[in-house]
């Protein structure tokens, strides 16, 4: 193996960018692989290193390439919620759909962890698709009200999704809509946006 394969994750995951950009230079595989699968780039994304994830992208880098957990570069993002480092990857061509573990796209995670900027940035920079179903049968709308707080941040990620197009109609496997889970929950402020939002289409 090429040492520089070795050395070139490393530098990536302790945001080193003249050692990333040494080791490329030196002949370093750009998608280069730790024990975990996991890409420099993945690294990259993992710690927030922008200016890492600048370099390897512009070296050839794969937005898409998986690791051992089906986590990306790009899906990656949605979970940290970094609107820069998206926006570095976005012009790489990123698989939209691209699904993780759970069969979710990036939006979901960010919608369920409450990352306002990354889920409106994401919706109006790109053609994510808003009413995707993962394997449990949620939508970015229903993450965001059954694992969110029902906080500031989570009810503006609901606002974001209905404006975007969300369907506050769509249920989960059992047929609950996201108005149902937030009146449940006593999540007052997402449950009156939900509500609206269902009369509106009616």
């Known amino acids: 193996m090429n040492p520089h394969d070795r050395r070139l994750p490393a530098a990536a995951a302790r945001g080193d960018a003249p050692a990333v950009a040494a080791a490329l230079a030196a002949g370093a595989t750009v998608d280069a692989r730790d024990e ?3 890409t420099a780039l993945l690294l990259a994304v993992l ?3 922008v200016a890492v ?3 390897l992208i512009a ?6 390439a998986p690791d051992s957990r089906e986590d990306s570069p790009w899906l990656v993002t949605g979970v940290t919620g970094s609107v820069p480092m998206m926006r570095v990857l976005l012009p790489a061509g990123p698989d939209l759909g691209q699904l993780n573990r759970f ?9 369920e962890r409450g990352h306002t900027a990354y889920v409106r940035a994401v919706l109006r920079e790109s053609d994510i698709r808003v009413d995707h179903v993962n394997r449990l049968g949620w939508t970015a709308l229903l993450e965001a009200v059954i694992l969110g707080d029902g906080g500031p941040r989570h009810e503006e990620v609901v606002a974001l999704l209905l404006e975007a197009g969300a369907d506050p109609g769509l249920g989960d496997l ?11 929950r006593g999540f007052d402020g997402m449950a009156r946006l939900l509500g609206e939002a269902r009369e509106a289409r009616r």
């Open 59 to 64: 070296a050839g880098a794969d937005p898409d």
């Open 36 to 38: 975990r699968l996991r």
């Open 103 to 111: 069969g979710g796209t990036s939006l979901i995670p960010a919608a």
């Open 174 to 184: 059992d047929g609950v809509t996201p108005y149902e889970h937030a009146v449940r």
């Open 47 to 49: 710690g927030d290193h």
């Open 53 to 55: 994830a600048e370099l």
